[in-house]
């Protein structure tokens, strides 16, 4: 028999506590599978005594996260407490100094020092794995880093963030407002303490920042994401792109480019035929996609207590059968700085406007697009009672600033009323 | 710099020249992301001078594999030959005996002598991997071994034949006969040379035996595998099970129960609205569920240069990486022989059958079902012309030997003409 992996475990929440479970519960499973037992010695959270529905009096208590990842007797600390900074930084810090293997969910700390923390890994010899911070139980940081690793990967797509992916289903399926929907998310208790962590695309662009900087070879680089949220998504988008055979997903896209890095995670249009485009509720989808391999497409839970435990237990499971790979897939110091694009990949736009409805108005339209060097791939003007008519575009392909340009010159004209609405439609 | 890992290839078709050209043309991606350089030594195969699109004149070549697999230059055996047996087979021992890792892409070699293998590996210290065998490009392989390795799998599902999904999908895109169907994928060379293989369910068992080992810690047990191809599968079940909300599949399913360890290649229906079911052309698609994570779907190219080399990458990445995991996922010896289900987890059936144009006909039918104890979901008699009338029926829950009771007790009526058709409905 050989040692014990020893786990110190900081932060309790259901995710924490669902570990400790999977420990205390599969034992003989788990030391069947990694050829040793994995034990939890010690636990740590701000509150002791809540009853978290598992017995931890087995464990060393350690109040401060700190103490904790540095016990002699914790060889790989989990850091389950969230947030970019403070406790779980100074606590991952403390443990990576320590020489400790460190696996942690926690992807806004990563999006924000992911590089330095990689970085102090690999100068203390340690290892850094977070699965669990990137869509949940779906091992999508495994399959790109390992399993991938391969293949120059072309693109990343990814559907990261359940609550958005519930609120744009629900204004689907059951015709309600934005504001109706938040509500609804709001009462299920699927929203953040802030929630524009979810519905400004924050906590999905986050994670598409980690998997860009495997992806790519790159520095994680969160502040170079193009980020828009699901906020300004009208129910008249999402009925009006239905009857164009798309549906409108917060769709997170990284691709390198000629010109620079490429990541966005905005409010995009996918065929209704596609995974993505059939990918209901609070499911997270990721689809990567590498010059050897073609598509990849994973589906799965993107939050919860048991998926979230399983995306730890693996990255566990792996630092006790002995696999020391780096923090984003190869050394840090060899990540190179991201260069953002400057401009997008070319893209199908879907527009949609209040046309006035007057002689000429449509040509003005059409006009500016064409002057802009864009050309219309579909067009629908639908039956109206007041005085504007919805006018639905779709483009060929063409780049957002021209697109931006022609927007511009439609309002010059005064034929539309108030802003149009542009959105990228992603081939997938 | 560290050292090399010398790769030793025996079998240049389309993978094995995919390995070569991925090894020659990424050889700075590869050395970055596993921190060695991955080079080729040696090299075997049965025609030295047939044009495989790639210059192979930098390496040792070997006429008989055994003698490149114990090279004392190679570090890794990359087996992609094939069969079962022979050269496959021999040249496997060979590696693993002289201590020498192997990766293989032999579903056949691994579903017939994987316990052995695996046994041998392990006493010689070895390390043997798979991931192109299951599946081509999809890791479900990792998945299932390490990512979910926190987990008891509850069931596996897959479609893992890309000809028999072809061969289905065409029958009911295009209302081809099975035999025109076929005809058409052969056409194609979607193939293999003895069609059994795809057609016969035998091909996608092999893959499916794999998965079964590492989901439960079982020895690899194909034999048990309960078999049935596609050969049967007519277009009028392809339109009547659309007609109730269904596709058929040629459908792996592998559960654990109380009763033993349940195998299943055939076809099945399942929800047209499901991942599974919205699975057209040669796509794979394989389906995890654990008690932890919930279920993950995983879809990809399950054939083909790219996809398959690129798992086979993987598996070298990983070795190049140092990572060390036993073949199945557990230590050989801990495996434990396979009991099969001697009876089948109850489901739903759809029943096809042409019925007596006579008073009473559909009466006897019904008795014969409920006398079985099986209860009618639902029911459509249609229209026709001759002397039988087609009629489905979807039961509710039963066993499949409740089931053919009560079909010997119809059959014995005289109301039926010709056997019915009877096809398991796989919830998904």
Same mark, same amino acid.
Request: net charge negative; aromatic share 4%.
């Given at each position: ?86 406790? &779980?930084?100074?606590?991952? $810090? =403390? %443990?990576?100094?320590? !020489?400790?293997? /460190?696996?942690? *969910?926690?992807?806004?700390? @990563? #999006? ?13 010899? &340690?290892?850094?794995?977070? $699965? =669990? %911070?990137?869509?949940? !139980?779906?091992? /999508?940081?495994? *399959?790109?880093?390992?399993? @991938? #690793? ?24 059951? !015709?309600?407002?934005?504001?109706? *929907?938040?509500?609804?998310?709001? #009462? ?241």
């Amino acid at each position: 028999m050989t040692s014990p992996l020893r786990l110190g475990i900081a932060g309790l929440g259901t995710v924490g506590a669902g570990v400790v479970k999977i420990v205390r519960q599969k034992a003989e499973l788990l030391s069947a599978r990694s050829g040793r037992p994995i034990a939890v010695v010690a636990v740590s959270a701000r509150n002791r005594d809540k009853d978290r529905g598992v017995s931890l009096t087995s464990y060393a208590w350690e109040d401060d996260p700190v103490t904790l990842a540095t016990r002699d007797d914790v060889d790989v600390f989990v850091e389950l407490m969230g947030g970019a900074d403070g406790s &779980a930084k100074a606590a991952t $810090e =403390a %443990a990576l100094d320590a !020489g400790k293997d /460190v696996v942690t *969910a926690n992807k806004a700390m @990563l #999006a924000h020092h992911g590089q330095a923390l990689a970085e102090r890994a690999e100068a203390n010899g &340690a290892i850094l794995r977070f $699965e =669990a %911070a990137v869509a949940g !139980g779906i091992p /999508v940081i495994k *399959a790109l880093t390992e399993a @991938l #690793a391969g293949n120059d990967i072309t693109r990343v797509m990814g559907v990261m963030n359940g609550t958005c992916n519930y609120i744009l289903t629900r204004m689907e399926g059951a !015709g309600l407002s934005y504001a109706e *929907a938040f509500e609804e998310a709001d #009462a299920l208790g699927y929203l953040e303490a802030d929630p524009e962590l979810d519905v400004g695309g924050i906590d999905a662009a986050h994670k598409l920042a980690l998997l860009s900087s495997i992806a790519y070879g790159t520095q994680v680089a969160f502040d170079a994401v193009e980020l828009e949220g699901i906020g300004k998504v009208s129910i008249d988008d999402i009925r009006q792109a239905a009857d164009m055979g798309f549906k409108i997903k917060l769709l997170g896209v990284c691709r390198m480019t000629g010109r620079g890095l490429e990541q966005r995670m905005a409010p995009c249009l996918v065929p209704e035929g596609s995974p993505l485009g059939q990918l209901d509720g609070g499911t997270n989808m990721v689809v990567i996609e590498g010059d050897q391999v073609g598509q990849i497409v994973m589906r799965g839970a993107g939050a919860g207590e048991g998926p979230t435990a399983s995306a730890v237990m693996g990255d566990v499971m792996d630092l006790a059968r002995g696999f020391r790979v780096s923090t984003f897939g190869q050394a840090a110091s060899s990540l190179t700085p991201a260069v953002p694009a400057k401009t997008a990949t070319p893209a199908s736009f879907y527009l949609r406007m209040a046309l006035a409805d007057r002689p000429g108005a449509l040509a003005k339209v059409a006009t500016a697009l064409g002057e802009s060097g864009i050309s219309i791939d579909r067009m629908r003007q639908y039956g109206h009672q007041s005085d504007a008519a919805p006018v639905l575009i779709v483009t060929h392909k063409t780049t957002r600033s021209a697109l931006d340009q022609a927007i511009a010159a439609m309002e010059r004209t005064g034929v539309v009323q108030a802003a149009p609405v542009a959105l990228r439609i992603e081939r997938v």
